[in-house]
């Protein structure tokens, strides 16, 4: 059974930092791009970041690049997402993505809220 379980989420000021994990199971995690996206009310779900199979290589959204680190850890099975300097156009849920193979497969999401 496929299951990706994100943690980390909850309240921050502005300025503030998060960080996010996101634990994969049920598929052969090594053979994956995994990527964070994020939902606002009223928008589509935007990517925030992914990063490659072997972790090599990342791609941010403009919007969080130099403030966001994506990274992941093959022999844990788990996807990170480094949230510094969080602004208050941050808040929303993120979600853990998983690519590959033919499939993808999401997170239940978490909740990040940048309030002052």
């Known amino acids: 059974q496929v299951q990706l379980v994100e943690s980390g989420g909850g309240l921050v000021q502005p300025g503030g930092s998060l960080r996010l994990s996101c634990e994969a199971s049920g598929f052969t995690f090594s053979r994956y791009v995994m990527s964070w996206y994020r939902q606002t009310p009223g928008k589509e779900r935007e990517l925030v970041a992914f990063?490659?199979?072997?972790?090599?290589?990342?791609v941010y959204a403009d919007s969080v690049r130099g403030r966001f680190t994506i990274s992941r850890d093959n022999a844990k099975n788990t996807v990170d997402l480094q949230m510094n300097s969080l602004k208050l156009e941050d808040t929303g849920v993120y979600f853990c993505?998983?690519?590959?193979?033919?499939?993808?497969?999401w997170g239940q999401g978490t909740q990040v809220t940048v309030s002052s």
């Open positions: 990063i490659s199979d072997t972790g090599g290589n990342s």
């Open positions: 993505h998983a690519l590959g193979s033919g499939n993808r497969y």
